[in-house]
């Protein structure tokens, strides 16, 4: 009985933690991964450390402290062995900025998180965060198709699996590919989350890093994505003028 008992609570919390996985934010996701690889790796490399495992212990240390973003070899000439666990090559706090008319998102390079604030309308000055999904979801019968196409992309990131539901696709369905107007130079820095003026070389990496946080597995949006690879194209014009 008590085999019974104990095997009825694994599937139970085995179901909810598949269910928990579901609707996380991937991004979200990845990091609590990552943090939890990290705290694992350092506390056996503690472990077979004090064993006196140090041929294991040292590079497992390494492991975990790049996994947690700790690169204490980064300032002593080794700096690209940090860059392996992605410790090296943070943005210094940049942001991408998007407008239409309805709405003003920004993504922040280093996490990756997409916040929303309404700039027009009976909402305008508040939050996206402030709302849920089914009063966002309200919301795009009043959007253009530019700020829907937004919309969609913030809701991909905070409600993974809105779309599978019947109210989501029906929003979906109302919504249009955004108009391509011409990009300005001024558009293009902010999407890219650079002071105008930047080199070729920081205009490749802005929008090398963008796409990496863009990508489905981080809960990334095509538009955004078509969005920032525009943005590389018009500075690279402009250079090349």
């Not at 300032?75 to 410790?87: A, E, K, Q, R, T």
């Not at 309805?102 to 027009?120: K, T, W, Y």
């Not at 919301?139 to 829907?148: H, L, T």
């Not at 696709?169 to 001024?186: F, H, I, L, N, V």
Request: proline share 4%.
């Amino acid at each position: 009985m008590p085999t019974l008992i104990a095997g009825a609570v694994a599937v139970v919390t085995l179901y909810l933690l598949l269910q928990m996985f579901r609707s996380a934010n991937p991004a979200v996701l990845a990091r609590a991964i990552k943090v939890g690889g990290g705290v694992v790796a350092l506390a056996v490399a503690a472990f077979t450390g004090l064993r006196g495992e140090l041929a294991v212990a040292i590079p497992l240390g390494i492991f975990g402290a790049g996994l947690l973003g700790w690169t204490p070899l980064a300032n002593s000439g080794f700096g690209n062995i940090g860059g392996l666990f992605g410790g090296a090559t943070r943005s210094s706090g940049r942001t991408s900025r998007v407008r239409s008319q309805f709405l003003d998102m920004r993504l922040d390079h280093d996490s990756g998180q997409l916040a929303g604030e309404i700039v027009a309308g009976p909402y305008a000055g508040r939050s996206l965060d402030e709302f849920d999904l089914a009063a966002l979801l309200a919301m795009c019968p009043a959007f253009d198709a530019e700020s829907v196409a937004l919309l969609e992309s913030y809701l991909d990131r905070r409600f993974p699996a809105w779309r599978q539901n019947a109210q989501g696709d029906a929003a979906g369905r109302q919504s249009r590919a955004a108009p391509s107007g011409k990009m300005t130079a001024e558009e293009a820095y902010q999407i890219l989350g650079l002071r105008p003026g930047a080199g070729r070389d920081e205009i490749g990496r802005a929008h090398k890093t963008l796409m990496k946080k863009l990508h489905p597995d981080q809960g990334g949006s095509t538009y955004l994505a078509a969005r920032v690879n525009e943005a590389k194209d018009t500075l690279l014009r402009t250079h090349n003028g």
